[in-house]
């Protein structure tokens, strides 16, 4: 892009924050297993860090979503900012519009089969996966707090 509002992850606004909840959903996950491991419950610790690595790629996947739906709107803009006219849509950007809908819905999908093939497969607590999913919502909780207290400018 060559805007000045979307150059590099550096440059938005937040993204110390997304970087911060991205570590402290796996670091959340892995006290989360290394205290289960601790009290020699070898499933629910394939659980809890089965479901907190699941929520570390739903995170993921749905920043690379909200990106790309950024970028194509940030691109449209520009279009029309600098033709003076509403941008022509062609097929390439319905078409990638569209894609990113349907994966934006497609992970929540993948977050399920991830769930239920932890669950046959490495026999773990439903409850444990659950849990471990959570450790998404602690870590988004840890930063809006850590950034409530101590703000990066």
């Known amino acids: 892009m060559n805007s000045p509002f979307f150059q590099s992850d550096a440059t938005i606004p937040g993204s110390h924050v997304v970087r911060?909840?991205?570590?402290?959903?796996?670091?959340?996950?892995?006290?989360?297993?290394?205290?289960?491991?601790?009290?020699?419950?070898?499933?629910?610790?394939?659980?809890?860090?089965?479901?907190?690595?699941?929520?570390w790629l739903n995170f993921r996947w749905l920043q690379s979503g909200?990106?790309?739906?950024?970028?194509?709107a940030l691109s449209q803009a520009n279009a029309s900012?600098?033709?003076?006219?509403?941008?022509?849509?062609?097929?390439n950007s319905a078409t990638s519009?569209?894609?990113?809908?349907?994966?934006m819905l497609l992970r929540y999908a993948l977050v399920a089969l991830g769930v239920y093939v932890i669950f046959i497969y490495l026999h773990?607590?439903?409850?444990?996966i659950g849990l471990g999913l959570c450790?998404?919502?602690?870590?988004?909780i840890t930063a809006s707090v850590w950034e409530a207290l101590q703000p990066e400018i």
């Not at 909200?66 to 194509?72: K, L």
């Not at 900012?81 to 097929?91: D, F, Q």
């Open 81 to 91: 900012a600098g033709r003076g006219e509403a941008p022509v849509s062609g097929a």
């Open 124 to 128: 773990v607590p439903l409850v444990s």
């Open 20 to 55: 911060r909840i991205q570590w402290l959903t796996i670091a959340f996950g892995v006290a989360s297993a290394a205290l289960a491991l601790a009290l020699r419950r070898m499933d629910w610790a394939k659980g809890l860090f089965g479901g907190a690595l699941l929520g």
């Open 97 to 103: 519009g569209m894609l990113r809908a349907f994966a």
């Open 66 to 72: 909200i990106r790309g739906i950024f970028e194509t």
């Open 135 to 140: 450790a998404l919502v602690a870590a988004i």
